[in-house]
């Protein structure tokens, strides 16, 4: 069971306070008590190069090393205690791990307003209750307001705010006289948001989901990964929710559920609200305000929140009573960090279950190669002394709809039916046959804006970004050429800036030109748009897709955020355009997330009593990937990648971490990285007798985008079979990297189990 608040160290009378600070040191900074009451814990606010910052006391010493001349007071101490014990242990863990200050680690993981000097503020909520029996003469004849709430508070014992203002719009200033005289009293509680009412539906399960069901419960006691692997429309969710249902019933009991992206956030809550009504549920996210997301945290570490939906950040939030871990999505790479600390939630999602002793269930139709490799072992790989499965493994093979059917996949050859206006006329005649039955279509191409390339067919010129080696996109409602990497926005030329050809024209597809033809091809149907730059109003996506469920949408046009966890019960069509591209990428995990992708958003089609179908259209419908694709077949697919994975060693074979590296002069860049690679080089082969394998440290290389925002980079992987010789050399090498002359020109960082470049 995690700890709690009251595991940590109580206030004592030690003069010296050891503080972590959100700066980018890995060390702790020692303080003067000047004789506030400080616990361990507490957050504090203490002086720092010239300012002022937020720290958290990690411990309370009666001695330093720090001369007392030089050691500066603490300035002030908030009262409260943001952390439990068990996640500062996961923090520390996480600041180890991957090589990152645990000051930043840890203040990073707090809502802004917790990092912030002003009082954290959130709105108050009250639940009432009668402190002694009302004598009869107290409430008037005339006084009915006063009467009912009375009767309401005989009837519940207890109300909420919310329970009141149903019996009367008027009770905050009717019940005044009640709390004036103490017949009534309050305390003061997290605020939540009310649920919805009960649904009274509760789907059968069918035999694979309650054989599913069944094996986790029997063994919740415990740490234990699960994989749940079903098929698109298996019914997932619902097998959440059964657990969630029994886990729960114990009192107290709270439960996290991941989602990776949060565009799947509301579809989630909404279910989880209607049928986990009796349960307070919170949300954590980007989206939210600040005031939205210190509330809702609150309720989480308080332990108010029973049940808490949260993208990847939401994996450090305090839980007290956490009894069960559930990442849907699991495969999603917006799992993993791609700024500061580099961490993958889901990996920290199973360091957290451990330590708790919880169960942690990753749930998808298209599991990574890292979590399929752990739940099948080494088993048909045909490795000595065969390494067993480590994620016990649960599968759905059919939708759990029992009229709903799998879609039927087709290739379109666009060698022999070129597109026009980015449909051939296979995909043309199925949207116009949709139209005509009253069923719904999505067309999926994941680039938005109007066109990729903007190009002079006179000198063959192309719209760059100024600030990074990539091609600027044009936007043609907005008039302007933006980059979709640093986001500078450039006017669109009049003619050609190299040979003045007025005659500029946009090269290839796009949301926005997509969206521009079908409203051309088919003026009748009711076209909507999805991606990045339609959605960015807090409840527009959600709006939009009540709009579809509404069937007030004929055909949606969209990237990968309509491509997972949607159910759009008549929506028969999926047209999957462009994606050839990522068949020559140079990235080996190209063609494990191109079949997720395309997997998933055909998951999409004949979700409900309607056959369905997906139209692919590609210029190499013989590819092994799509010939995996046309018979469903993920575990054929991924066991073949395995052995590709195995023979090359690459992850999930080995262990990989990136040392990156950017400067305004790519020649300090491969100074430090070419220093870096050596040093590294020197200590393995120094300590080759001791490590329990040599890691591979390659040369200094330039990613694919070698330019970014102004900035030339670079990097050098390293590479080991050992976790742990991986992780000992890292630590050496951070610790030269902090020594280096260049590290103070150069921005650097490390990337362990880097999935990008």
């Known amino acids: 069971m995690c700890s709690t608040v009251t595991d940590l160290q109580a206030a004592t009378p030690a003069s010296i306070v050891r503080v972590v600070l959100d700066v980018p040191l890995d060390r702790q900074f020692d303080y003067l008590n000047p004789g506030l009451p400080i616990c361990v814990g507490n957050r504090v606010v203490v002086p720092f190069a010239g300012r002022q910052l937020v720290g958290i006391v990690m411990a309370l010493l009666s001695e330093t090393d720090v001369p007392a001349h030089k050691l500066k007071a603490v300035l002030q101490v908030f009262d409260d205690l943001p952390f439990d014990a068990a996640t500062l242990k996961l923090l520390r863990f996480c600041a180890d791990y991957y090589h990152y200050p645990f000051g930043q680690t840890v203040l990073a993981s707090l809502p802004l307003r917790l990092r912030q000097i002003k009082p954290a503020v959130t709105r108050k909520m009250w639940l009432y209750q009668l402190a002694k029996t009302t004598p009869e003469d107290f409430i008037g004849k005339r006084q009915q307001v006063l009467a009912r709430l009375v009767a309401s508070l005989r009837q519940h014992g207890e109300c909420s705010e919310a329970m009141l203002s149903e019996v009367s719009a008027t009770w905050r200033k009717a019940i005044q006289p009640l709390l004036d005289d103490g017949y009534v009293s309050r305390r003061e509680v997290i605020a939540t948001r009310p649920s919805l009412p009960a649904s009274d539906l509760e789907p059968t399960l069918n035999d694979e989901q309650a054989q599913a069901v069944k094996a986790i419960l029997g063994d919740v006691d415990r740490f234990q990964p699960w994989l749940l692997f079903g098929v698109t429309g298996s019914g997932k969710t619902e097998v959440y929710i059964r657990l969630l249902q029994t886990v729960l019933a114990e009192p107290r009991a709270q439960a996290l559920i991941m989602v990776p992206e949060i565009n799947l956030t509301p579809q989630l809550e909404s279910r989880f609200r209607s049928r986990l009504s009796q349960f307070s549920l919170v949300t954590l996210h980007s989206h939210l305000s600040e005031s939205e997301r210190l509330q809702n945290w609150q309720a989480a570490q308080s332990g108010a929140a029973r049940i808490v939906i949260g993208t990847r950040l939401s994996v450090f939030t305090p839980m007290p009573h956490l009894k069960l871990m559930i990442l849907d999505e699991e495969h999603d790479t917006s799992y993993k960090q791609q700024d500061g600390m580099r961490y993958h939630a889901r ?173 051309q091809l088919f003026p009748q149907a009711r076209v909507a748009r999805v991606d990045r730059d339609t959605i960015q109003a807090k409840d527009a996506l959600t709006e939009l897709l009540s709009a579809v469920h509404a069937g007030q949408i004929d055909i949606l046009i969209g990237t990968q955020m309509l491509a997972k966890g949607h159910d759009f019960a008549n929506l028969t069509l999926v047209g999957v355009l462009d994606i050839d591209s990522a068949l020559y990428s140079p990235d080996y995990r190209a063609s494990e997330r191109l079949f997720a992708q395309l997997m998933q958003v055909a998951g999409r089609a004949g979700r409900g009593d309607k056959p369905g179908e997906v139209l692919i259209q590609t210029a190499f419908p013989q590819h092994a990937l799509f010939a995996a694709l046309r018979e469903q077949n993920y575990a054929a697919f991924a066991d073949d990648l395995l052995q590709e994975r195995m023979a090359m060693q690459f992850p999930p074979a080995t262990y990989i971490a990136v040392m990156k590296a950017e400067a305004a002069d790519y020649s300090l860049v491969n100074q430090f990285l070419t220093d870096f690679s050596q040093a590294a080089r020197d200590y393995v082969t120094e300590q080759a007798a001791t490590l329990p394998d040599q890691p591979l440290v390659y040369d200094p290389v330039r990613p694919g985008i070698a330019r970014l925002n102004r900035m030339e980079r670079g990097y050098v992987m390293l590479q080991s079979a050992h976790r742990g010789a991986l992780q000992q050399l890292l630590q050496v090498a951070v610790d030269w990297v902090r020594t280096h002359p260049l590290q103070a020109k150069i921005r650097w960082v490390l990337d362990v189990d880097a999935l990008e470049y």
């Open 347 to 519: 990996d920290v999602a199973l360091v957290r279950a451990k330590q708790c002793r919880i169960p942690v269930v990753l749930g998808s139709a298209t599991p990574s190669l890292e979590s399929w490799y752990n739940a099948m072992g080494d088993q048909g790989q045909g490795v000595p002394n065969a390494r067993k499965a480590s994620y016990r493994l649960l599968t759905l093979t059919k939708r759990a709809a029992a009229q709903a059917k799998l879609p039927r996949i087709f290739c379109i050859d666009t060698t022999h039916s070129p597109p026009e206006a980015g449909l051939t006329p296979q995909l043309k005649q199925a949207i116009e046959l949709r139209l005509q039955r009253g069923e719904q279509s999505l067309l999926f191409i994941n680039r938005r804006g109007y066109a990729p390339v903007l190009h002079c067919s006179a000198c063959q010129w192309l719209a760059d970004c100024r600030r990074c080696s990539a091609k600027a996109v044009l936007h043609l409602r907005q008039r302007v050429l933006r980059c979709h990497h640093c986001g500078d926005e450039q006017p669109i030329p009049v003619q050609c800036p190299s040979c003045g050809n007025p005659d500029l024209r946009p090269v290839g597809q796009a949301t926005q030109r997509v969206e521009e033809s079908m409203q």
